[in-house]
């Protein structure tokens, strides 16, 4: 089944979402970082860790942290839960790079490994890792049913997932707030900060379309998943999801 997040792409309508979403990360990597925090305003940082909170109880010791872009949620996760590996998957290396040297930084180079993956077909085998987390990327992907099921694949019985997304308030006054940010200042903003334009038009209308809420709880089980519950955090403007298999 085809979402509608997965017709939305960065540059055309003709090209696969994964190559153009590959290119696009390429291109805005050097101010991701210092877009992304302005631009959320730094609230994404507490999202962060409510999820690797989240994450403490199960203690997991091999987790994989799908598209990691730059590696925050990685290295907070290093931080906090001290797992003996953590693999960093994307499929861009040019984001991928300035999460090695952020890693290195931190001290955390030798816990985590960068390395490109495809989402929809992962190179690890069955019951690699305790956890798996997806961080503000599971809309960029190219197919959300194969991810979800290769993901479920790749963990331990045990294995748990969660997943931090963007979403969009559905209550006044916020939901108006959010269009207007979402539709004027995210797009000016990053045309001011970015050699890429289309990447900051991309951004609100991929999360958009994303599948929220019940409809996205409904996505996870389908997958394979038990348990599975979210959370909205900052009035709906993000939603925290969290499974087993």
């Not at 997304?165 to 990053?190: N, W």
């Amino acid at each position: 089944m085809r979402y509608p997040q997965e017709n939305v792409k960065p540059y055309n309508a003709e090209e696969k979402k994964s190559i153009q979403v590959e290119r696009m990360f390429n291109h805005i990597a050097p101010t991701y970082d210092g877009l992304n925090h302005l631009l959320s305003l730094g609230i994404d940082k507490a999202w962060r860790r409510k999820a690797i909170r989240w994450l403490e109880q199960f203690h997991p010791r091999r987790i994989m942290d799908v598209a990691t872009g730059t590696g925050d949620f990685a290295i907070l996760a290093c931080k906090m839960l001290h797992p003996d590996t953590l693999a960093a998957t994307d499929i861009s290396e040019g984001m991928m790079q300035i999460g090695k040297e952020k890693a290195r930084k931190a001290g955390f180079n030798k816990q985590i490994s960068f390395k490109k993956e495809d989402c929809t077909s992962l190179t690890f085998p069955d019951g690699s890792f305790d956890a798996a987390t997806v961080a503000f990327g599971i809309r960029n992907f190219e197919d959300l049913d194969k991810a979800l099921s290769e993901i479920h694949r790749v963990l331990s019985p045990s294995g748990v997932l969660a997943i931090l997304e963007l979403s969009t308030p559905e209550h006044f006054p916020m939901k108006q707030l959010y269009r207007l940010y979402s539709r004027s200042v995210i797009p000016a903003v990053g045309k001011m900060f970015s050699k890429d334009n289309h990447a900051y038009h991309y951004l609100p209308d991929s999360i958009k379309a994303f599948p929220q809420g019940e409809h996205m709880q409904g996505i996870i089980q389908k997958a394979g998943f038990r348990n599975v519950a979210f959370k909205r955090l900052t009035f709906g403007i993000c939603t925290f999801y969290m499974a087993k298999k």
